[in-house]
């Protein structure tokens, strides 16, 4: 069962992916937890910011769970990198109450959050900016392992994360996975090409 603390964050989570940040209210959030107001100060005396920064940290964490958990299936990184986000392209069509779909309630998009906040809000902007450094590490680590010098490992893993980020906002767009597949073709040869 949920504690209050998890219901509202929850409902955060899911009126911040429905109406925006700025769109969305602390009383709206408040009704659709189901949750008396004290405890929103109690677990988030910061309010809606500090809602939104630990959905960000939490959406981080799985992200960069899910990444290195799939990259760790293949040895070789543009294989392994290929396989992982031809993968992703299977979650344009998921379900939104799945973890794993793009437009899912149950996590923030941080590229929604990001755009939004980042010219009003420097600690959101930061914890966005954490949250897209954490996943190119992901990929960095994976190039390093397999011989990449650190340099090149940081420019290419850089790269992956900006191509990536772009096709996911584009398949969730146009509801079209071939902006991902193509992507999983560009880092498949970026890597070759850069090795």
């Given at each position: ?27 709206e959030i408040l009704r659709k937890s189901d949750c008396p107001k004290g405890s929103l100060y109690y677990y988030f005396p910061n309010g ?148």
């Amino acid at each position: 069962m949920e504690n209050n603390k998890q219901k509202i964050l929850n409902a955060a989570i899911i009126l911040f992916q429905d109406k925006g940040y700025y769109g969305t209210g602390l009383n709206e959030i408040l009704r659709k937890s189901d949750c008396p107001k004290g405890s929103l100060y109690y677990y988030f005396p910061n309010g809606k910011e500090q809602l939104a920064l630990e959905s960000i940290e939490m959406t981080k964490n799985f992200v960069d769970g899910m990444i290195r958990r799939n990259l760790e299936k293949i040895d070789d990184p543009a294989e392994s990198m290929k396989k992982f986000v031809c993968e992703m392209a299977e979650n344009v069509y998921i379900d939104n109450d799945d973890l794993s779909s793009f437009q899912s309630n149950r996590k923030i998009s941080i590229n929604l959050i990001a755009l939004e906040t980042s010219k009003t809000n420097d600690n959101i902007r930061k914890a966005c900016e954490e949250a897209y450094s954490t996943f190119e590490k992901a990929y960095f680590d994976k190039l390093v392992e397999n011989g990449f010098d650190d340099d090149k490992a940081k420019e290419v893993s850089k790269t992956i994360e900006s191509l990536i980020e772009g096709a996911i906002l584009m398949s969730t767009v146009k509801k079209d996975d071939t902006y991902i597949l193509n992507v999983a073709d560009i880092i498949y040869y970026l890597i070759k090409k850069s090795s």
